[in-house]
């Protein structure tokens, strides 16, 4: 049985998992194509998750970057756990297992809700800092855009939108290209910078580093925090197991452990050569474009790699288009969300869902001025909230299912969630006053606002007997009110159509005086249409208030009164603005103050 929703959308029932929608044959993802389509998010944060932990420890001074390296190890231990959970996730849930759809099913409405408002903020804040960081990857290899980021910023995120708007989607074919570029050029840069170092290439304007803060564990635990942004996006895969080639849970888990292989490995390196050859921030170059300098020079090599970084954080960012809005018509059909963004465009595409991540994901670069520093820590909460509920979720779902050594996936899940929510308090321990606060507010917020949009649907669904069976429908006589102003084609129009639709065709005009209403009468006995006018005195000639108070004074017991109302189509869209004024404000002031049904009828302008 389907549900009855509250708009004409047919869409599935709540309670039905959504339908798993794998490429069509010969399009399936294989590993390599998983890793260019899925994890560009997690690969790219190779560029500002090792800088965000270095940017902390130099407020320690230059010597305490020997830290780099210890807690590289340990995100990358974490980064390795979080893998080998995910790949359970991945057998767990082959149609796809979000922390929303995990939470939705084995922990409950309130954490399900906790999952989905931290997704929605990971979402908004990856298109923020891949784009952010994309920026300053692109100012490191052209300086006179470095004093530029917002706007650079802001054209990407324009243009992203415009794209995803019209339903371009990318394909993994092409995004293959420019990620085997990017993850050979860091892997060159590590290799060739640890044996054989450019000896002259030096980038940016030195800064100056102060002891400001004393080298102890809570500054050490502030670079931890920094530094797991280099671990987001790795839940991804999870979510696009339908995708992959068959068997598609051996081909998902291959390539979520090729992607921690990946990432692990480009992390250390990365963190070996900071130490190795004491990289230090510079202004108005990122690190990993000294890095790249320092391995290559600044010849064609370096503006290769940084091209390849930029190119791949700004696909990183076009990752969320595809799933936030998949998530927000997720929230629309459970009715955590207004059902227009269960909508689908004609191309077809979530428009409403891509319009909000882009609005949002604006406002939030122009509020912090496309600074990446501003925006990790806002990044990792969200983040690991979502891994810590989905990893909590797998404990409740193999103790609910118990297949063959569930015990043994119990713990590796276990502890997983364990290290990711020390992770979270952590975080918000040392980032809150840095800004991480915004994100403490914001994610509750959300839950209220699914919590109270859900009620109100409950509401509405009462009120309206949904699933129960009304009583039988009954033929009433109709009145058709049609506004007019003058003897026109477009009034033939609309009365042919009103004609059509009521036992009883009224005209209504208004007239300022006694003699605009004679000329008005003379004028319709010269058409005899067929259809008798009653003409309304107002001085003012305001149309919307002289028919409101006529249909209000219509008796409507047993009657259907429906207004008719005319609409000019013309032939350029440009020219739209120059008609329907008055009956756009006539239909929402009769949709606001009456029960009348109110329509309207297109009259199409021809060449």
Not at 112 to 140: C, E, H, K, N, Q
Not at 264 to 278: E, P, R, S
Not at 331 to 354: C, M, Q, S, T, W
Not at 388 to 408: A, D, E, H, K, N
Request: net charge positive.
């Amino acid at each position: 049985m389907r549900e009855l929703r509250l708009d004409d959308t047919e869409t599935p029932t709540v309670s039905d998992p959504p339908p798993a929608s794998p490429e069509p044959k010969g399009h399936e993802l294989s590993v390599l194509s998983g890793l260019a389509a899925l994890s560009l998010d997690a690969l790219s944060s190779v560029a500002y998750g090792p800088e965000a932990m270095a940017l902390v420890l130099v407020m320690a001074g230059t010597g305490a970057l020997r830290f780099t390296v210890p807690l590289t190890l340990t995100i990358t231990a974490m980064l390795v756990l979080l893998v080998i959970s995910y790949t359970q996730v991945i057998a767990a849930h082959p149609n796809g297992g979000g922390a929303y759809a995990v939470a939705k099913q084995d922990l409950g409405r309130g954490l399900s809700l906790l999952a989905a408002a931290s997704v929605v903020v990971d979402y908004v804040l990856t298109v923020a800092v891949s784009l952010a960081a994309g920026a300053a990857s692109l100012g490191s290899a052209f300086p006179a855009l470095s004093h530029h980021l917002l706007p650079v910023s802001l054209v990407g995120l324009v243009l992203l939108t415009a794209v995803n708007m019209f339903g371009i989607a990318e394909s993994a074919r092409f995004l293959m290209l420019p990620t085997l570029v990017f993850i050979l050029s860091i892997f060159a840069v590590i290799v060739v910078g640890a044996f054989h170092p450019h000896p002259v290439a030096v980038i940016g304007s030195r800064e100056r580093f102060p002891a400001v803060a004393t080298l102890g564990v809570l500054l050490l635990l502030k670079a931890f925090a920094s530094g797991c942004s280099a671990v987001t996006g790795v839940e991804a895969i999870s979510n696009g197991v339908p995708a992959f080639r068959k068997p598609r849970v051996r081909t998902a888990q291959r390539t979520e452990i090729s992607l921690g292989v990946l990432l692990g490995a480009m992390l250390v390196g990365i963190a070996i050569l900071i130490k190795v050859h004491h990289v230090l921030p510079r202004g108005h170059v990122t690190m990993l474009a000294q890095l790249t300098a320092g391995a290559f020079g600044t010849g064609w090599p370096f503006y290769v790699s940084n091209l390849a970084v930029t190119l791949v954080l700004a696909l990183a960012a076009n990752t969320s288009f595809g799933g936030l809005p998949v998530l927000m018509s997720l929230l629309a059909k459970d009715n955590r969300l207004p059902h227009l963004f269960y909508l689908r465009a004609e191309r077809p595409v979530y428009r409403y869902g891509i319009g909000a991540l882009g609005l949002l994901a604006g406002l939030l670069l122009v509020a912090v001025s496309a600074s990446t520093t501003a925006l990790i820590p806002l990044f990792t909460i969200g983040v690991f909230i979502g891994f810590t509920i989905s990893q909590t979720g797998m404990i409740r779902f193999w103790r609910r299912v118990r297949p063959p050594r569930w015990r043994l996936r119990a713990v590796l899940n276990g502890a997983g969630a364990v290290m990711t929510g020390i992770a979270v308090v952590v975080f918000v321990l040392t980032k809150f006053l840095a800004g991480a606060w915004v994100v403490m507010v914001t994610i509750p917020l959300l839950m209220i606002m699914f919590s109270r949009i859900e009620g109100y649907y409950a509401e509405v669904a009462v009120e309206l007997r949904l699933g129960k069976t009304p009583p039988p429908p009954r033929r009433r006589d109709s009145i058709v009110v049609v506004p007019t102003t003058t003897v026109s084609l477009a009034t033939e129009h609309v009365l042919s159509a009103a004609l059509s639709l009521g036992d009883t065709v009224i005209a209504v005009a208004v007239a300022g005086d006694e003699e605009e209403c004679k000329q008005i009468k003379r004028r319709w006995d010269e058409w005899s249409p067929g259809v008798p006018i009653e003409i309304l005195l107002d001085p003012h000639r305001s149309l919307v208030r002289s028919v409101l108070r006529y249909v209000k004074s219509i008796p409507t017991e047993g009657v259907i009164v429906t207004v008719l109302i005319v609409e000019i189509e013309p032939r350029k869209r440009r020219h739209e603005i120059l008609h329907n004024q008055r009956g756009a404000i006539l239909a929402t002031a009769l949709r606001l103050r009456t029960d009348v049904i109110v329509a309207t009828v297109p009259f199409r302008l021809h060449e």
